[in-house]
């Protein structure tokens, strides 16, 4: 073979890769999977082809499988556990990028999703960005400690779930009281940016592209954010500090009104009432972040999403608008809170 | 938008002949910039991004050239911007040296203003002398500027930097010294808290790192995973500790927690783990490591209840590799290929815990006092074979000790939570763990949290 550079044909991810690759992940083979991706990586194609090639449309089909109940929550995490060990690895294989500011990447408190962020902060380390993951959970005295010993030019903030926003926004002015600037991104925003500015954001990025070429124009300093004195705010304040009674008093409601006696078992993480129970906590969040962020379109979302996810699980059709008015029961003294809880 | 010109002009322009309202506005700008720049400038607890906002801020609002040397233990920093140009750090060693006039402002510590000539080679002198870097030089140079203002920063009667500021051709300085005067002390104190700051937090890192737990590495047939949190997170280290060491086919695994929070804790944990991984090397016997740990602590401590300590101690081996005297011909039915053999000792602590691959738990009832409570104790050992895909947890009491809304996590919620995590993978184990005790806690402040678990692979078929 004459000429270099890589050969267009094997330096594509192509539908016969993915599948292979997909094979290895449901069967929660690392090594397998990894050699799919390796191959690639030796063929030519640049990593963050081989990441959103394969990495990322085989989480989509994971988290697809889930929701529609054709795969358990093990199974999920065992795919899951898959994908990040191959984005780690190929992480590893790559230098050590040695030139310009340094740049933080974290995943929100109390979110566990790594992979989004890994898949970000090895791209934006491929093309010789000095980028740095935190970690998942990543909590405000973490993330300032490291902002201060290592003075990042941004921090870019994950968000998978719509519940994090009122998290968002405790991060954001965190790493803002530094005055260091923050993108944010993640399934948790829209693509125009409306809730990342809402919640003081320096900027909103859709995937690593739009990160790297923010990177270059968004202010090196950035202000303490200001505070957010809206009514809407005060309410979402309210909602969080009583989130754990409000969110213990609709469960209990809705087993009442769906006759549901008291199941000592220990349920299976994957029965419908699992699934109710288990999110609960993400309503209250998510109405906290539609009011934070003027923007009631999370909080429809939710319950859409909730709804394909208890109907692949043959729930009991009342169980969600039990749940929701038991909800909207709950906060009626929180009156914004209400009337976005009665959209539905 | 007002031009850059027109912003310097507000600052910069000399008024003391203007009309008293022009002063007055000129007064309340400056007050205005000054108030900014200590904001900014004392936000930004990081000498790098400190000194480069500052300069930022400098150019866009005062001048066209800045030049800033920060001097702080061994090293200099120096952060150059002029306008229309990225400012850029740089971290040099002072031994490197500095332009003469640098070293001669700070030792002096006076300000003053330097006339340049308009072209040649004492131009060229003067600028090198007070500007470190060939491309500021000759961007000053190209410039025009006709004179620079020399201002040391000093806070608690110490002069440890300059600032060297430079303006456009045809524009000076006077009338502003006063203004300057004040803009340098306020940059002086921020960036003096900050140096205090970078310098203390560095001490406090180095010591982070030799006290923060071990890194877990891998065993070929295990898979091991941690998870560890502190209470005071500021201060990155607390009081439980984990620890694997030991050749990969007589492995000793490690969980532990020491009375108190913060850093007198974590250097206790740290002296513990220490103090294990050296009984270890005599005897590998679990029970035989706690018990001289114990007398040393005990010895040490002479009842101080500052020093009780709890720790768990697993030692495993492969299975294959053990000879059983009283194993029958059907020994290999009971025990598959790739089990592994744990012999467990616990001090005080919080019992081990065993997933079977079909999600039962078994706790591994080793039983044993506190250590630094009394000498004379003995730490019995237990036994247990881990067969694949089966996982030993070890965790501290904050995983059960963990305060909901009206009751701690417990151990039936630990046991519950397990139940359902049979065969998973040692990260998937931990994981799923953490967020169960994560969302347990909501916001509420919690106490140290480790937890190590380690799951026996399947053998390769």
């Known amino acids: ?344 | 938008m007002t031009s850059v010109r027109e912003r310097h002009a507000r600052l910069l322009a000399d008024s003391r002949s203007a009309e008293p309202r022009a002063r007055l506005a000129q007064a309340v700008s400056r007050a205005e910039f000054l108030l900014r720049l200590s904001r900014t400038v004392s936000a930004i607890q990081n000498p790098e991004r400190a000194l480069l906002a500052l300069v930022d801020l400098l150019l866009e609002d005062v001048v066209d050239v800045a030049q800033v040397f920060v001097r702080t233990g061994t090293h200099q920093l120096v952060c150059s911007g002029v306008q229309g140009q990225t400012p850029v750090t740089e971290t040099r060693l002072l031994a490197d040296g500095s332009p003469d006039g640098v070293d001669e402002a700070i030792r002096s510590g006076v300000p003053q203003d330097v006339v340049l000539s308009q072209a040649g080679r004492t131009r060229r002198r003067t600028l090198s002398s007070l500007l470190q870097g060939e491309e500021i030089v000759e961007a000053v140079d190209a410039l025009g500027t006709d004179q620079l203002t020399v201002l040391p920063l000093t806070a608690r009667g110490r002069t440890f930097g300059l600032l060297v500021l430079g303006r456009g051709k045809g524009y000076g300085f006077s009338g502003s010294h006063a203004f300057l005067g004040d803009l340098a002390d306020r940059v002086a104190v921020g960036l003096d808290a900050t140096l205090v700051v970078a310098e203390s937090r560095y001490v406090a890192g180095v010591l982070r790192r030799s006290l923060a737990p071990a890194e877990i590495r891998q065993v070929p047939g295990l898979q091991i995973a941690s998870f560890y949190r502190v209470a005071h997170q500021s201060e990155a280290v607390g009081g439980d500790f984990i620890d694997v060491h030991g050749p990969d086919d007589d492995l000793v695994v490690v969980c532990g927690d020491v009375a108190g929070k913060g850093v007198e804790a974590a250097v206790h944990a740290k002296r513990i783990r220490n103090a294990i991984r050296t009984a270890a090397h005599v005897d590998r016997d679990p029970g035989w490591s706690l018990g001289l740990v114990n007398r040393v602590l005990v010895s040490e401590t002479h009842g101080d209840a500052g020093g009780l300590a709890t720790a768990v101690l697993a030692r495993m081996r492969p299975a294959a590799s053990m000879s059983h005297p009283d194993a029958g011909p059907d020994a290999g039915d009971r025990e598959p290929p790739g089990s592994v053999h744990v012999t467990l000792a616990s001090a005080g602590h919080p019992p081990a815990l065993i997933v079977r691959s079909d999600g039962t738990v078994e706790e591994a009832p080793a039983r044993g006092l506190l250590l630094a409570l009394m000498a004379e104790t003995d730490y019995t050992t237990v036994t247990t074979t881990l067969r694949p895909r089966d996982t030993l947890l070890l965790y501290t009491d904050g995983v059960t000790e963990a305060r909901g809304l009206d009751d701690l996590f417990g151990e039936e919620r630990l046991h519950e939570a397990l139940s359902r995590l049979g065969g998973l993978s040692a990260p998937a184990v931990v994981e799923a763990v953490a967020v169960a005790v994560s969302e347990h806690l909501g916001d509420r402040a919690h106490d140290d949290i480790a937890m190590l678990a380690i799951h026996v692979l399947p053998e390769p078929t």
């Not at chain 1, 220990?266 to 209250?284: E, I, K, Q, R």
């Not at chain 1, 934070?292 to 043959?314: I, K, N």
């Open chain 1, 1 to 344: 073979m004459t000429g270099s550079g890589p050969d267009p044909l094997v330096a594509a991810v192509g539908p016969d890769d993915l599948e292979s690759y997909w094979r290895a992940v449901t069967a929660a083979d690392p090594d397998a999977a990894y050699a799919v991706a390796r191959r690639l990586r030796t063929a030519g194609a640049p990593l963050d082809s081989v990441l959103s090639g394969l990495v990322v449309a085989s989480q989509a089909r994971v988290g697809g499988l889930w929701a529609r109940n054709q795969w358990t929550v093990a199974h999920e995490h065992a795919a899951t556990a898959v994908n990040e060990e191959v984005v780690r690895r190929l992480g590893a294989d790559q230098p050590e990028p040695t030139d310009g500011p340094p740049l933080l990447v974290a995943c929100v408190e109390r979110e566990w999703h790594a992979l989004p962020a890994l898949v970000v902060t090895h791209t934006l380390r491929s093309w010789g960005m000095r980028a740095t993951f935190l970690g998942v959970n990543s909590s405000r005295d973490q993330l300032v400690s490291r902002i201060l010993d290592t003075g990042p030019r941004a921090v870019l903030l994950s968000a998978s779930l719509a519940s994090s926003l009122s998290r968002v926004r405790r991060q954001v002015e965190a790493i803002r009281g530094t005055g260091t600037p923050v993108v944010v991104g993640g399934a948790a925003f829209d693509a125009a940016g409306v809730r990342a500015s809402a919640l003081g954001a320096t900027a909103y990025a859709a995937g690593p592209a739009e990160a790297a070429e923010l990177l270059v124009t968004i202010p090196r300093h950035v202000s303490q954010a200001p505070p957010l004195r809206h009514a809407e705010a005060d309410e979402a304040r309210v909602l969080v500090a009583s989130g754990e009674e409000i969110v213990r008093a609709a469960i209990a409601a809705t087993t009442t009104a769906l006759g549901r006696g008291d199941d000592p078992s220990p349920a299976s993480p994957d029965t419908w009432w699992s699934v109710l129970t288990g999110f609960a906590p993400h309503v209250v969040d998510c109405v906290a972040g539609a009011l934070l962020t003027g923007d009631p379109s999370v909080v429809d979302e939710t319950r859409t999403w909730y709804a394909e996810v208890l109907a692949g699980r043959d729930a009991d059709p009342r169980a969600l608008p039990a749940l929701w008015s038991a909800f909207a029961h709950e906060v009626r003294d929180i009156p914004r809170a209400a009337a976005l809880l009665a959209r539905g």
